[in-house]
């Protein structure tokens, strides 16, 4: 399969925290409970911390619809990934062909899943400054013994690999910059983990609805 082949069938991940109702405070150096909503959790986000959930979204390449979320309490998301794939194959019907995914999500338990389910990874093995370039693949074969997140390492570097993972920067990320900026959706309005997954996937569902409406009518 070639790289623009791949990238068509492949999803990109990603994440991002929201604010619990009525959190807009900076959450004291030992809170561990919140009044407003107890099934809200602290989040590190990218303004700091914040009181609130950990979103997750599948995003397909061709017009960036959503095909696969989910909203959890964890503070991180070594955890996430095997879930957030099984709901694409619940929510949207079919497995995706490839997964693209920043170093969040990486793991040998993530990277083994996904070569049992045939699922073709290129997933971050560490952060990556902006507009930092990846080191370029250095000759000759991986050490004997190298580890799963190892031979990631080096897949991410060759070039197809880094060409690939590029793309994600144009799937995932656009997505929620359209839900949070362009929408100005930041905050939850409804509290508990349950009825928050709810309010999560009618704000997915407004969105693809908008992306269908341009299709349509473009």
């Known amino acids: 399969m070639d790289r623009r082949t791949f990238v068509s069938t492949a999803v990109a991940a990603g994440a991002s925290s929201l604010l ?3 959190a807009y405070a900076q959450p004291a150096q030992k809170a561990q409970y919140s009044f407003t909503d107890p099934e809200s959790r602290i989040l590190k986000g990218a303004d700091g911390f914040v009181q609130g959930y950990n979103t997750q979204i599948a995003v397909e390449p061709a017009f960036q619809l959503i095909v ?4 959890t309490q964890a503070a991180n998301d070594k955890q996430q990934l095997v879930p957030l794939l099984e709901k694409i194959k619940e929510q949207s019907g079919q497995k995706p062909q490839g997964v693209l995914t920043d170093s969040g999500y990486c793991s040998e338990e993530h990277l083994k899943y996904l070569n049992k389910r045939k699922i073709e990874g290129f997933v971050a093995t560490g952060k990556q400054k902006h507009n930092e370039r990846r080191e370029p693949c250095k000759p000759g ?3 004997k013994g190298a580890s799963i997140v190892e031979r990631m390492e080096r897949k991410l570097q060759t070039q197809v690999g880094a060409a690939v993972y590029a793309t994600r920067k144009f799937i995932v990320e656009p997505v929620f910059g359209q839900i949070k900026q362009a929408r100005g959706f930041r905050q939850f309005l409804l509290r508990g983990l349950e009825k928050v997954r709810g309010e999560w996937a009618l704000i997915c569902m407004t969105h693809n609805i908008l992306k269908f409406h341009k299709i349509c009518s473009g």
């Open 141 to 143: 074969p991986l050490a």
């Open 20 to 22: 619990a109702p009525a």
């Open 68 to 71: 696969g979320q989910q909203v």
